[in-house]
């Protein structure tokens, strides 16, 4: 099973000047500030708007996107340029696939995507982050999973399920596609280009879907296609995404309410570990299969239809029915996490960001000691995080086994949790970690 993970290119670098406001900044593993903007938080762009209002940074990535693609195929046809957001989940981990509650928010990085209808039946893809590939092609007719078609998989996966759900894509496209999602952070980059494909699939062909109707496609491909059996977390967050907000979201009814993320005077700062990490060959199936069997033997003695349904005292009280101790440590987190994402999404509420963060905390240390996901480096992020004056909360977020933690850092403190975060894992784990100050962004969107 091979893992989508866009590379950061160098020529991004050159795009990007570095501020000390932290909006936006990419800061890199020895504190050195290598590519940052400072941006105000609005709106993606839409068709139609102008150029001048457009942000900044968005209009020169698309720009040499669309120039790439002109170079490979041509400036002939009506070619639509587009964007979809990679995503980082606040609270509520490995909750989604145990019918609980998740708490995430779009970023406004993501993946860029030129595309154009074919009138035959060929598929051409470019990515401009696996440049050594070249152009791999295919076709839309009889699409199936092939290793040589390497990170195609993943729009083929949407297009094939685009068919499964009765809207066969008849004709083939031209697609170019760029993501500055860090490398193999856990920030979804998979999702965001199963979301975008959906989303071109839409425009391009008219398709009449809702957006929730895209991430549950995007799900399904990734599911059925591709063989990794994630839950909807991702694919919502993507394709559901509002700016300034997050989702809370009931992963076993798909009920969803958008709540503020109100952070005076703070910043979210994701720490990418830079281990690399890929949903198919990793634990995660098995901590899913794990969950499975913990739910199966607690039906024999309660009334679920899924851990998620369980509150903390239901499960001391039923969880002897669980025949395996790794099996109870996994039930456990995943009915104590579901109820710890309410109580923050209440704590945000009432804006009480000290408990949201404390909420955050206790988190990280139910996927280090129950879950077991979490691993030396993301470990070494949150600890080293903890011990700084001004953190208010830190965990680790995404599948876990490498990819990245997300902190609510104070303003003041972001610096010193630059340096010192960074010198103390570089100093530990023997390589460098990478900082994001980020903004939270809306979804899928058309921008010309």
Not at 138 to 152: M, R
Not at 207 to 235: H, P, R, S, W, Y
Not at 403 to 425: L, P, Q, R
Request: charged share 25%; with cysteine; hydrophobic share 40%.
């Amino acid at each position: 099973m091979l893992h989508l993970s866009f590379l950061l290119l160098q020529s991004a670098v050159n795009w990007l000047q570095c501020k000390n406001e932290h909006d936006n900044v990419i800061v890199t593993g020895n504190g050195r500030c290598a590519e940052a903007q400072n941006k105000e938080a609005k709106s993606s762009p839409h068709k139609g708007s102008d150029f001048a209002s457009q942000n900044k940074e968005d209009f020169m990535i698309w720009e040499d996107v669309l120039a790439k693609f002109k170079e490979l195929f041509g400036d002939e046809g009506e070619i639509g340029v587009y964007f979809a957001p990679g995503r980082v989940n606040m609270i509520g981990e490995h909750t989604d696939y145990n019918g609980g509650h998740v708490f995430p928010c779009a970023l406004t990085i993501g993946t860029y995507g030129v595309a154009r209808k074919r009138d035959d039946k060929k598929l051409r893809f470019y990515s401009m982050n696996f440049e050594q590939l070249g152009v791999i092609e295919s076709s839309v007719e009889g699409l199936k999973p092939e290793k040589e078609a390497d990170w195609t998989n993943y729009p083929k996966g949407v297009m094939w399920a685009f068919g499964e759900k009765g809207m066969k894509v008849e004709q083939g496209m031209d697609l170019v596609l760029f993501g500055n999602i860090p490398n193999g952070s856990g920030l979804s980059s998979s999702a965001s280009v199963e979301v975008l494909t959906g989303y071109i699939l839409k425009d391009m062909f008219g398709f009449d879907v809702t957006n929730q109707d895209l991430a549950l496609i995007g799900q399904f491909a990734e599911n059925k296609f591709n063989g990794v059996n994630c839950g909807i977390m991702d694919q919502f967050a993507i394709a559901m995404g509002k700016a300034g907000h997050a989702i809370f979201l009931d992963t076993a009814t798909l009920k969803y309410e958008y709540a503020p993320i109100k952070l005076e005077n703070a910043k979210i700062v994701i720490s990418c570990s830079n281990k690399k990490r890929g949903l198919g060959d990793s634990k995660y199936n098995e901590r899913r299969s794990e969950c499975e069997k913990a739910l199966a033997e607690l039906q024999k003695v309660v009334s679920i239809d899924a851990l998620g349904d369980l509150t903390e005292a239901q499960f001391e009280e039923h969880k002897d029915a669980i025949k395996e101790e790794v099996c109870v440590r996994r039930a456990k987190h995943a009915v104590y996490e579901n109820q710890r994402t309410i109580k923050a999404v209440e704590a945000l509420k009432n804006n009480d960001v000290a408990l949201f963060g404390k909420l955050m905390n206790e988190s990280h240390v139910s996927l280090r000691d129950d879950y077991e996901v979490t691993g030396i480096e993301l470990d070494t992020l949150v600890e080293e995080a903890w011990k700084i004056d001004g953190v208010i909360g830190s965990r680790m977020t995404g599948a876990g086994f490498g990819g990245c933690t997300v902190s609510i850092v104070k303003d003041e403190a972001v610096d010193t949790f630059i340096k010192e975060v960074g010198a103390a894992y570089e100093k530990k784990i023997g390589y460098a970690a990478d900082f994001y100050v980020v903004e939270i962004g809306d979804g899928p969107v058309k921008l010309a």
